[in-house]
């Protein structure tokens, strides 16, 4: 009778045990839930400590700071130039040509010392005042010329900034010419136009009354280019 009721015990478990495998065959996987992670909260900066001796605060001084180039660590380690339309002058120069300068300005100097060159700074470069005249002539002659060696040294007139004599060629012997001025005070101006081929420009001059009475001689040497000599004649 144990026997009996044992071999039905064992196959009623055999049976449930079946059924639940041949149930297990059309079971649904149900998915799981997507639950989206929560975001960590950001922490605040620390703050630094004025007091705190150790704590540094970088400054950027916007004038000081340099541009972000296409290569900011110059990874052939030399920095890149900036563009220039100027022509760079060569590290080393040519040794010929130094010394060809060299040489050029030994002669020049030799030749100033020995006086057969100019030396252009011995120019007269400033205006210059030949003083007041007092007449009561109606008129002065002027005359001029090249005291020096003749060089084409060339002049100009002007009477109360009105031209006199355009362009006057100083030679060995003098050139003559005219001026009737106001009553009162008038500018008489003798302009050097040019340096001659020998030096500065250099002249004399002679001033003569209506009545030929010789009022003022003098002269000047190595004008340069421009400079003027003026004369005020009051007329009484």
């Not at 090249?146 to 060629?169: S, Y």
């Not at 050097?192 to 000047?220: C, M, P």
């Amino acid at each position: 009778m144990k026997q009996l009721l044992f071999f039905i015990f064992i196959l009623g478990i055999s049976t449930s045990g079946y059924a639940q495998f041949e149930g297990s065959k059309t079971f649904k996987v149900i998915p799981p839930q997507a639950i989206p992670p929560k975001a960590k909260a950001k922490e605040a900066p620390k703050k630094i400590d004025d007091k705190d001796p150790f704590a540094v605060v970088p400054t950027i001084d916007p004038k000081k700071a340099k541009p972000i180039t296409e290569d900011p660590t110059y990874s052939n380690g030399i920095e890149p130039e900036p563009f220039s339309m100027i022509v760079k002058k060569p590290d080393f120069d040519d040794p010929g040509q130094v010394l060809k300068d060299r040489l050029s300005q030994s002669l020049e100097k030799s030749l100033v010392n020995r006086g057969m060159k100019f030396d252009p700074r011995n120019l007269v470069k400033i205006d210059v005042n030949f003083g007041d005249i007092r007449t009561k002539s109606k008129f002065f002659v002027i005359k001029c010329r090249d005291f020096g060696e003749i060089d084409g040294d060339l002049i100009k007139a002007t009477l109360n900034n009105q031209t006199v004599e355009q362009r006057l060629l100083l030679q060995n012997s003098y050139k003559t010419f005219t001026i009737y001025f106001k009553e009162g005070i008038n500018t008489f101006e003798l302009e050097a136009l040019n340096r001659g081929t020998l030096g500065g420009n250099t002249a004399e001059f002679q001033i003569y009354d209506d009545t030929g009475k010789l009022v003022r001689s003098d002269y000047w040497e190595n004008w340069d280019t421009g400079v003027k000599g003026s004369f005020i004649i009051v007329k009484e």
